[in-house]
């Protein structure tokens, strides 16, 4: 069974750093395209981080140079380390693996960025 579990949400102050965590199970993760995603109320779902079997990364412009994505292979997990938070940050964030002939998705972990 195909598992993909979100972790290390809350609620930060602008400015602060979180960091979060992507625990997946049931498929042959090494072999997939790990990505974080967001959606905020009444936005579309985003593109926010992805990280390729091979460790190349990529980032949406508003997150460069604050995010850094990362992954181990060995135990099956993928991070999220966000520094220098915004309120524009505050959002659900999803982790979704991709693979050749389709994907998963996890059900997000709630990121509120406010003072």
């Known amino acids: 069974q195909v598992q993909l579990v979100e972790s290390g949400g809350g609620l930060v102050q602008p400015g602060g750093s979180l960091r979060l965590s992507c625990a997946a199970s049931?498929?042959?993760?090494?072999?997939?395209?790990m990505n974080w995603y967001r959606q905020a109320p009444g936005k579309e779902r985003e593109l926010v981080a992805g990280?390729?079997?091979?460790?190349?990364?990529n980032y949406a412009d508003s997150v460069k140079g604050r995010f850094t994505i990362s992954r181990d292979n060995g135990k099956k997990m993928v991070y999220l380390q966000m520094n220098s938070l915004k309120p524009e940050d505050t959002a659900v964030y999803l982790c979704?693996?991709?693979?050749?002939?389709?994907?998963?998705w996890g059900q997000g972990t709630q990121v509120t960025v406010s003072s």
């Open positions: 049931g498929f042959t993760f090494s072999s997939f395209i």
């Open positions: 979704y693996a991709r693979g050749v002939h389709g994907g998963y």
């Open positions: 990280i390729s079997a091979g460790g190349t990364r």
